[in-house]
């Protein structure tokens, strides 16, 4: 096996971001131990992405504090940034749908080998390497629960051709291939069935359970996790409407890539 890591304690008080058409959210505070299941729960439009986005560091908080194992936000971004990853955020981790499953999970170990590993990784034979990272990839795989030999056509399944759940798999498993401590994953229950969403939140407190803190953005958060909502600092906050549209929606999107970008 492959060396584990222990997850991270997200801890913060009085969190708020603002951006060009106002306060995203305002006044969330969490407390939630390593190995925890964070659900981010409010309706859409409310600051979600761009609160997953600040906790994983790649959005700068207006106020409040907060810490990410040992590093403190939002002075200490970049150290956040290494110790997270993401998973299923629309305009941030999208998948090609042209491209195949085999394709993006080989891109990811290949960018892993490159720019994730450090320099005496570097310098190991590349037979070794290369069997790292195949490593890497199968319990990535195993982790995200997705059976590639289940696949209409194995690895070669073209990521169009793949059920929403399946994507979703898809995104957690690339996610995971640079063993984060803290996984962020964005419209966790968006367009799935009641089955589906409880196979999504087993499969992240499997993820939990073998050390990795997790993130979840939803609309409705299961009982044994670790509840943040960020629907009362939002329908409390002056000129924000609480009756959000499908157009305040890709405005929210639109101000996280904006401060994603900035990160």
């Not at 943040?228 to 999107?253: L, N």
């Amino acid at each position: 096996m492959g060396e584990r890591v222990g997850g991270v304690r997200v801890a913060a008080e009085g969190l708020g971001l603002k951006g060009p058409r106002g306060w995203a959210f305002r006044g969330v505070s969490v407390d939630a131990g390593p190995g925890s299941v964070v659900a981010v729960e409010g309706p859409s439009g409310s600051g979600r992405t761009c609160l997953l986005l600040a906790l994983t560091g790649r959005m700068k908080l207006t106020e409040g504090t907060a810490t990410v194992g040992e590093a403190a936000l939002p002075k200490e971004m970049a150290a956040v940034r290494r110790v997270s990853a993401l998973a299923h955020v629309p305009g941030v981790t999208d998948l090609d749908p042209a491209l195949t499953v085999g394709e993006h999970l080989r891109e990811r170990a290949l960018l892993q080998r490159r720019f994730g590993d450090s320099l005496r990784g570097l310098l190991r034979p590349r037979s070794e390497r290369a069997a790292e990272a195949g490593l890497r990839v199968g319990e990535a795989l195993a982790a995200a629960g997705l059976d590639l030999e289940t696949l209409p056509k194995g690895p070669r399944t073209a990521v169009r051709d793949l059920e929403r759940l399946e994507a979703l798999r898809l995104s957690v498993a690339l996610a995971l291939v640079g063993r984060p401590r803290l996984l962020g994953i964005d419209d966790t229950d968006l367009k799935l069935s009641d089955g589906e969403r409880d196979d999504v939140w087993g499969l992240l407190r499997s993820v939990a359970d073998a050390g990795t803190t997790v993130v979840a953005v939803c609309a409705e958060a299961p009982e044994d996790a670790v509840r943040v909502t960020t629907q009362e600092s939002g329908s409390d906050t002056p000129g924000r409407a609480t009756d959000e549209t499908d157009a305040d929606q890709g405005e929210e999107k639109a101000d996280a890539l904006t401060e994603t970008g900035r990160a």
